[in-house]
């Protein structure tokens, strides 16, 4: 995974709440057995006026010139600035993968739906939870400023403004941790092999019908 | 010290190890996998030269886009006319058998949607961690379980490891008192919770639910309830073990049977808050209060009683709440302060890990039995969730009844639920389904979903909008 310290970008506004993660990844996206390539199917159904296709040209489909993300100014954003309750419902990893793969490092948002905050942490993407008052500001700063820029410091936790306002965020250490070295939790968990060896001997005694059933 | 609460419980019988940092490692017993969110965990393991943990951990069964309709299902994988499909679906079965994992396959008769085929089966169980890569393992918290959708990563993670790296939530009570009224059923009950606490009302919380009206329920209503714990946005929800629990579990093929029952049942029994236990949050609804639910808009949340008033947005003072509903009137093409009762449907989609179980399908047949669809519905399909719910609804009888009413009779899958296959909702078109999200074109490009009960659902595809299933249910 790739490691998120300090990042600097471009702001783009998602202005609306409870977005669901079919929006962010339409379901016909998710027969792909890739990990890779869904940037250009991000928001599929506000982005374009058609109907999508797996493995389209997406470069030849008509735009929805209202879309905020085809507004010329917002091009090349890293940020994505968005209201309430982010990413709710389905669990698709995907959606977490097409806003990296479009180019997104950091998204801030009053709240998240907890199955998308945590797929995020696991692909170089930082959710950022930041009171509502506050993000309402950041969006009034941004529409004020074509070129709005924010500068995210995961080590400091600070979320920085233009002016130079620093905004502290809370982020859990471990998953921090993870994100800051880019580390391999899988990795990391398979070292402590033998406790979950020591657990799962104990498990077998206390509830053997839960083992070796399935086979 | 309080007691513990259910969830408490079930953490604490799976806490592998605690940290420093606040996160835990907690051992998972069950993983449940399906075509769409495994092939890039199975990668993963691939390119990391890894293998399962353990084997016997793990069921794998496709059903997000497998085809329905018998003519494309008859010839297997190899007949799916999708080949994007066909891909997922034939990679599945590849995967499993590289890393010998047990599946069933397309056409076996256990073949169904994951959260029909576990508790069904067997394969999950009380008192078990059950994950899947799908956000509506929280079903199989009916069980007394706890149970919850991941990421693929994490999929990976369990396959690897068997654990997965947890913080602890925070406990909230959903207590339901008193009776349902005749004709109101666990999705009404589902969405009338949801419409209540909203989509984020139960965002970083375990929900158990609790009060008569759930002990009252059957297994499979308590499943339904469960499932949507996920739109009230927690990731899990789980009811208390009793002897409605064990009554169902007893005799399922992978579940333990004699002196090894006596034992499981034995541990089963504690799954149950203490009575001095502490949530963080309590939410209590009378059950006498709740109707018949349908959704009007494109959350969850966006619900309504059936004989209730859509919003205007002019009388809503919050201005993205405002905006929320104006733009979800304008996606549904309905009226402010408009009637649910006027809403005219095109199809009606009886099916979904949330409503396509044995009772379900016999509540809508009970509706539409003698009866014909509306002309005015272009489609009516019954999917059923397994192969076994399939052959069971046709030893009653069921399929007859819903031919006869004019509804098309379908294999088990996911389908129009999602319509990662072909059964979908053309551009504009309404309708009224059993399924759990009404998002902007979760049912096709430019669908409108209204969610309602099986009885519901019935009743609007003789009507052809939506009427109220208790005087339906009178009247007939």
């Known amino acids: 995974m790739r490691a998120f310290t300090v990042h600097s970008g471009l702001v783009a506004p998602m202005d609306r709440a409870n977005v669901d993660t079919d929006l962010i990844i339409p379901k016909q996206f998710l027969k792909s057995i890739k990990r890779s390539g869904f940037g250009p199917n991000l928001f599929d159904e506000l982005r374009y006026l058609d109907e999508g296709q797996p493995g389209e040209d997406c470069s030849k489909r008509p735009l929805n010139e209202e879309f905020p993300l085809n507004f010329p100014r917002y091009q090349g954003a890293s940020v994505l600035l968005a209201r309430e309750n982010f990413g709710c419902g389905s669990s698709r990893e995907h959606a977490p993968w097409a806003l990296e793969d479009y180019g997104f490092r950091a998204i801030i948002a009053p709240s998240f739906a907890d199955i998308f905050y945590n797929n995020c942490f696991k692909n170089g993407v930082l959710p950022i939870a930041i009171d509502e008052a506050t993000v309402d500001r950041l969006f009034d700063e941004m529409y004020a400023d074509e070129g709005y820029q924010l500068t995210i410091d995961l080590e400091r936790q600070l979320v920085i403004t233009p002016t130079g306002e620093e905004i502290p965020f809370d982020v859990d250490a471990f998953r921090r941790q993870c994100l800051l070295e880019g580390l391999d939790d899988i990795g990391l968990t398979l070292q402590r092999a033998e406790a979950i060896r020591a657990y799962e001997a104990s498990a077998r005694q206390k509830s053997p019908w839960l083992f070796d059933v399935i086979r | ?476």
């Open chain 2, 1 to 476: 010290m309080a007691g513990q609460t259910l969830y408490d419980k079930l953490w604490q019988n799976h806490l592998v190890e605690q940290r420093d940092d606040g996160s835990a490692l907690i051992y998972i017993d069950r993983q449940l996998i399906h075509e769409v969110t495994s092939p890039q965990a199975f990668e993963g393991l691939r390119l990391a030269g890894r293998k399962p943990w353990r084997r016997d951990a793990n069921l794998a069964v496709p059903d997000h886009n497998v085809p329905t309709e018998l003519r494309e299902r008859a010839g297997g994988v190899a007949a799916i006319e999708d080949p994007v499909s066909r891909l997922q679906v034939q990679t599945l079965d590849d995967n499993c058998d590289d890393f010998d994992l047990v599946k069933f396959d397309i056409n076996d008769v256990r073949q169904g949607i994951v959260h029909v085929v576990g508790p069904e089966q067997g394969a999950t169980l009380p008192g078990m961690t059950v994950v899947c890569g799908d956000s509506h393992t929280s079903t199989h918290g009916a069980l007394g379980a706890l149970a919850h959708g991941i990421g693929t990563s994490e999929v990976e993670h369990v396959l690897a490891t068997q654990t997965l790296i947890q913080q602890k939530m925070k406990n909230m009570l959903v207590r339901v008192d008193g009776k349902l009224q005749q004709g109101v059923t666990a999705k009404d009950v589902a969405l009338a919770i949801i419409g209540k606490i909203g989509t984020a009302g139960g965002t970083g919380y375990a929900i158990e639910f609790g009060g008569e009206v759930v002990r009252e329920l059957s297994m499979e209503g308590r499943m339904t309830l469960c499932n949507m714990s996920i739109e009230a946005g927690a990731r899990m929800g789980m009811i208390a073990v009793d002897d409605t629990t064990l009554d169902y579990v007893k005799g399922r093929p992978y579940a333990p049977a004699g002196e090894m029952w006596d034992l499981a049942v034995a541990a089963w029994r504690e799954l149950h808050s203490d009575d001095d236990a502490v949530f963080d949050a309590v939410v209590t609804l009378q059950g006498a209060d709740i109707k018949p639910q349908v959704t009007w808009g494109t959350s969850p949340e966006m619900v309504l009683p059936v004989d209730g008033q859509l919003p205007d947005p002019a009388a809503i003072d919050d201005a993205t709440s405002k905006a929320a509903v104006t733009r979800a009137l304008a996606y549904m093409g309905l009226d402010a302060s408009s009637q649910i009762t006027d809403i005219k449907l095109d199809r009606v989609f009886i099916g979904s890990c949330t409503n396509s179980r044995i009772e379900d399908l016999r509540a809508a047949a009970a509706v539409v039995k003698g009866r014909k669809v509306a002309s005015s519905i272009k489609q009516a399909l019954v999917v059923p969730g397994s192969g076994q719910v399939k052959k069971q609804a046709e030893e009653e009888g069921l399929d007859r009844i819903f031919l006869d009413a004019g509804m098309e009779w379908r294999e088990p899958g996911c389908s129009m639920c999602l319509a990662m296959n072909a059964d979908k909702l053309g551009a504009g078109e309404h309708c009224a389904s059993t399924s759990n999200r009404n998002f902007e074109g979760r049912q096709g490009f430019g669908g409108r979903t209204h969610l309602v009960s099986p009885a519901m659902a019935a009743a609007a595809a003789v009507a052809g909008h939506f009427v109220d299933v208790r005087q339906w249910q009178e009247a007939g």
